[in-house]
């Protein structure tokens, strides 16, 4: 009788309905199909392993997901410590904005009636809209805010940690703002710019030229010393953009001065962008290794599926199998009162660090 082949030693089981499953169950199920619903297993797996590491974990998140309603499982994740840094699109954080003010997105349709919208003055996201006008409204408090902070340069982190502070002083609401506030957790804009939270920032610098300076190398610097100080990092991404390469680019910056960086040790990526287009939100986590983004032993699954279907489920089942490892992981603590953060109170070594400390003086 000819030997069985070693691949041939899992086989699929077919998913079966049952009544009452909760979600790590119906996951769990789901590492023996096959496709996107193995992969997002795996990705409950992988993230599960980061959590039980001692890790710094790195969320990033672009496209429309605070508008499309996924903003309080952000928050979700920010004030239970599933993650130590986040990295976002400026839209995101804007729309997190606007809901934490009080105010809504809607539900809508793809195929309404665009001309009849903008007369009417409606916004449209895809199938969601919002009020032009309540969107005006942002603009201004933004801009009022940021013309009372003292005028100088402020890295996005240290912007959005202050404007967190003043939502939440005005608020009391959960939001992604307020909750990284509250958790000291740091916040990352890269590209505020392109967003309606750097428009509101402009109208400050109309009040007066010296308002309104952000300092964007500043963040790479910052984000450097996240994973210098703490060499051992794991990166979550949801939907790619400008988030998911300014996170892998920490690592690489970090390696320029310490050689212990070795790239993150987990990646899980939910992503419907694809890699023959060369775009870098498709990109694969193995590419990423060429870069030195990954370590080449790290445990790592991308997820080709929408975020808005993924993430729900994803956290769902961790609120159900996380628990013991989010009371054991050790967070780390981020000093949030200055340029250049330290993280558990350990001091920057002047010998490895000296470059750092020049760009940031």
Not at 52 to 74: K, N, P, Q
Not at 83 to 106: F, K, M, P, W
Not at 131 to 151: H, K, R, V
Not at 333 to 353: A, K, N
Request: charge should be negative; hydrophobic fraction near 40%; include cysteine.
């Amino acid at each position: 009788m000819k030997k069985k082949s070693r691949y041939l030693d899992a086989p699929v089981e077919p998913f079966t309905v049952e009544r009452n499953l909760t979600a790590d169950e119906i996951l769990s199920r789901m590492e023996r199909i096959s496709f996107q619903g193995r992969n997002l297993a795996t990705a409950h797996r992988i993230w599960q392993k980061m959590l039980a590491d001692d890790v710094t974990i790195f969320l990033g998140m672009a496209g429309a997901l605070s508008a499309g309603g996924l903003r309080l499982i952000v928050a979700h994740l920010i004030s239970h410590r599933y993650i130590d840094c986040l990295v976002s699109t400026g839209a995101n954080l804007y729309h997190d904005l606007h809901e934490t003010r009080g105010q809504h997105h809607y539900l809508g349709s793809p195929h309404a009636d665009d001309a009849a919208l903008a007369q009417e003055r409606i916004d449209r996201v895809y199938d969601t809209f919002a009020s032009e006008q309540e969107f005006i409204g942002n603009d201004i408090w933004i801009a009022d805010f940021t013309a009372t902070l003292e005028p100088r340069p402020y890295t996005t982190r240290e912007y959005l940690h202050a404007l967190g502070g003043h939502l939440w002083t005005t608020t009391g609401r959960d939001g992604i703002l307020t909750a990284a506030y509250r958790a000291h957790v740091p916040i990352f804009c890269p590209a505020i710019a392109d967003s309606s939270i750097g428009m509101g920032i402009s109208q400050a610098r109309q009040k007066s030229p010296a308002f309104g300076h952000i300092d964007v190398i500043g963040d790479i610097v910052e984000s450097a010393n996240i994973v210098i100080r703490r060499p051992r990092t794991a990166s979550v991404v949801l939907g790619g953009g400008t988030p998911k390469n300014f996170i892998n680019q920490a690592t690489v910056q970090a390696e320029f001065y310490s050689p212990e960086v070795t790239g993150h040790r987990y990646a899980l990526q939910i992503v419907t962008d694809v890699p023959h287009f060369g775009g870098a939100s498709g990109s694969t986590l193995e590419e990423a290794q060429s870069w030195g983004k990954l370590a080449t032993s790290s445990a790592r699954v991308t997820v080709s599926a929408d975020a808005t279907i993924a993430l729900p489920i994803l956290v769902s089942a961790m609120a159900s199998t996380s628990q013991e490892l989010l009371e054991r992981r050790r967070r780390p603590e981020f000093t949030l009162g200055s340029r250049l953060m330290t993280i558990d109170g350990q001091p920057v070594s002047r010998e490895r660090f000296e470059a750092v400390n020049e760009s940031a003086v």
